[in-house]
C-alpha cells in the first residue's frame, strides 16, 4: 500500500473527465488500497481517483466515526435523485481549509461496481448522498468551489496559490 500525493486547487489535472474502469483487477484492488489509505491519512471522508491523478471512475467513502467501514464505487451511476434538497457545509481534501454550502440532492441511488466487480444499488440520504455527490463531481473534473460565487471562487483560488507559493518557498 502507498500514501499518495493529493492534486491541490486549482491545479487543472482536477478538472480532467475521468473515465469508465474497464475491469477490476489486480492493479484497481491496488488502486482501492492506497486510495483508503491515503482517504483515512488525510482525516477525509471521501477521495476520488481523479484527486490522485488517476482519471478512472472510482471513488472510496467512509463515514463512519469508528473509520471502519469503507465503501468502494466504481463506475458509479447516479439512477434517482430526490427534488428535495440539503444545504450543507462541503471541504475537500483539494481545498484544504475551506468549507462553504453546496445544495445537494437529499437522497439518491447509486448503481455502481463494488470492490469485487459485483454490481450493487445503494440508497443514500444526508451526509452519505452529499459525500458520493461530491465525489462524484470530481470524476466528472468538478471541484465543489464551482458551486459558490465567482467572487468566492476567485478568493479561494488567489488562497490556494498564494500558500502553494509560501510552501515552495520554504
Ligand atoms: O476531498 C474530498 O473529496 C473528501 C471530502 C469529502 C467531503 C467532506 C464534506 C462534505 C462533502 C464531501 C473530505 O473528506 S474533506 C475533509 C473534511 O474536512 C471533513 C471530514 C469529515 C466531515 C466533514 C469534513
Ligand atoms: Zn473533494
Given amino acids: 500500500m502507498a500514501l499518495l500525493p493529493i492534486l491541490t486547487y ?16 489486480a492493479r484497481i ?11 483515512y491519512d488525510a482525516n477525509g471522508i471521501g477521495l476520488a481517483a481523479t484527486q490522485v491523478d488517476v482519471h478512472e471512475r472510482l471513488i472510496v467513502i467512509d463515514i463512519s466515526e469508528e473509520r471502519n467501514q469503507p465503501l ?9 435523485a430526490s427534488d428535495d434538497t440539503q444545504l450543507g457545509d462541503e471541504g475537500c481534501l483539494s481545498v484544504p481549509g475551506i468549507y462553504d454550502g453546496v445544495e445537494r440532492a437529499r437522497s439518491i441511488k447509486v448503481r455502481a ?3 469485487e466487480g459485483q454490481s450493487r444499488e445503494l440508497a443514500a440520504e444526508g451526509m452519505l448522498a452529499v459525500c ?4 462524484m463531481d470530481h470524476l466528472l473534473g468538478k471541484v465543489f468551489v464551482e458551486y459558490l460565487s465567482p467572487l468566492k471562487r476567485n478568493r479561494i483560488k488567489n488562497k490556494m496559490l498564494k500558500a502553494r507559493r509560501d510552501t515552495e518557498r520554504v
Fill in 10 to 25: 486549482p491545479d487543472p489535472r482536477l478538472h480532467t473527465v475521468a473515465r469508465p474502469v474497464q475491469a477490476v483487477d
Fill in 113 to 115: 461496481l463494488d470492490g
Fill in 29 to 39: 484492488r491496488g488502486l482501492i488500497a492506497d486510495l483508503l489509505e491515503t482517504m
Fill in 132 to 135: 458520493i455527490q461530491h465525489e
Fill in 72 to 80: 468502494v464505487l466504481i463506475n458509479p451511476e447516479i439512477v434517482w
